[in-house]
């Protein structure tokens, strides 16, 4: 895995010449233990969050994928800790920095003392498997792969109440279609401004080029979108948000979720608020997404 450190402040480095160190005479005093302890207390409650690029192996190319890594100042300093983790997804095409980008993920994670984990989605991926193109088998690669490598390389809850998953846009349909899809793996699912529903648009974002058209092939784009898949749920099964901004095109397909889920009764938090499609609104719901996600993670 290679791996990159991101710091979020400068960091000072204190180098000592020892050129002659032997040969003059010692003036100082040692420390006890109890200074070497209230030191070490001290370093730990300056410890800041950190956010890291790694790169995670798939099967789908040949070369890994890059993904950031926030870690929140509690993984220092509580190192007998496990943490929940937040997979947060990206738009079409965004990438795995945009969270970073567009928001103050990083204070936020350390807020709420979860990991944060933004994986390369693809820039028109959908996050499906797709039955047209090997390389974009990302439904896999999210799922299974990124999962698998965040579990293994850091200290998490690793079960489904301690996985949550949140996307934008194109990720906010991916969050709600891994979560329903794989609901073994995740326990919380967050939409923000979610292309929910595919099927009004056929001829944007490359959806096509992943599935097949609509004309040719109306089953997948049936037995694919979220809307649809929303009837194998049951009560309780995921903890649902929906949130989506009065200004945005993708809300009637969002308000359609929401009185299916409420018909079915299916519990679920859903929030109309204003803006639109824009990273304004998501940088401002985000906070909102983040406490309900917490919430969940505390049950």
């Known amino acids: 895995m290679h791996t990159t450190l991101h710091p979020t402040r400068p960091s000072i480095f204190c180098a000592l010449t020892l050129t002659g160190l032997f040969s003059l005479p010692f003036t100082g005093t040692s420390k006890t233990g109890a200074q070497e302890s209230a030191i070490a207390e001290r370093e730990l409650a300056a410890a800041e969050p950190q956010v890291l690029e790694v790169h995670v192996p798939t099967a789908m190319r040949a070369e890994a994928l890059p993904a950031m890594v926030v870690l929140p100042s509690a993984y220092a300093t509580q190192p007998d800790r496990r943490f929940p983790v937040f997979y947060l997804l990206h738009g079409a095409g965004g990438d795995h920095r945009s969270w970073i980008d567009i928001s103050d993920v990083e204070s936020l994670a350390d807020a709420h003392e979860m990991i944060?984990?933004?994986?390369?989605?693809?820039?028109?991926?959908?996050?499906?498997?797709?039955?047209?193109?090997?390389?974009?088998?990302?439904?896999?690669?999210?799922?299974?792969?990124?999962?698998?490598?965040?579990?293994?390389?850091?200290?998490?809850?690793?079960?489904?109440?301690?996985?949550?998953?949140?996307?934008?846009?194109?990720?906010?349909?991916?969050?709600?279609?891994?979560?329903?899809?794989?609901?073994?793996?995740?326990?919380?699912?967050?939409?923000?401004?979610?292309?929910?529903?595919?099927?009004?648009?056929?001829?944007?974002?490359?959806?096509?080029?992943?599935?097949?058209?609509?004309?040719a092939h109306p089953e997948r784009w049936n037995e694919l979108t979220v809307i649809e898949l929303a009837r194998q749920l049951e009560p309780n099964q995921i903890a649902i948000s929906i949130d989506c901004g009065v200004g945005d095109f993708f809300l009637e397909v969002n308000r359609a979720l929401h009185a299916r889920l409420v018909a079915a009764r299916i519990p679920h938090d859903y929030t109309e608020r204003p803006g639109g499609h824009s990273a304004a609104y998501w940088a401002r719901c985000l906070p909102y997404q983040m406490v309900f996600v917490s919430e969940q993670f505390a049950r």
Request: glycine share 14%; aromatic share 12%; net charge negative.
């Open 116 to 215: 944060v984990v933004c994986p390369d989605g693809g820039r028109t991926s959908w996050y499906f498997d797709s039955p047209l193109d090997p390389r974009y088998q990302f439904e896999t690669f999210v799922a299974e792969e990124v999962v698998a490598h965040v579990d293994a390389q850091y200290r998490t809850r690793a079960d489904r109440g301690g996985r949550a998953i949140g996307g934008l846009s194109m990720g906010g349909h991916g969050a709600l279609f891994l979560a329903i899809r794989h609901p073994d793996v995740f326990g919380t699912a967050v939409a923000m401004s979610g292309g929910v529903d595919i099927r009004p648009f056929p001829g944007s974002w490359d959806i096509a080029q992943r599935i097949g058209t609509l004309e």
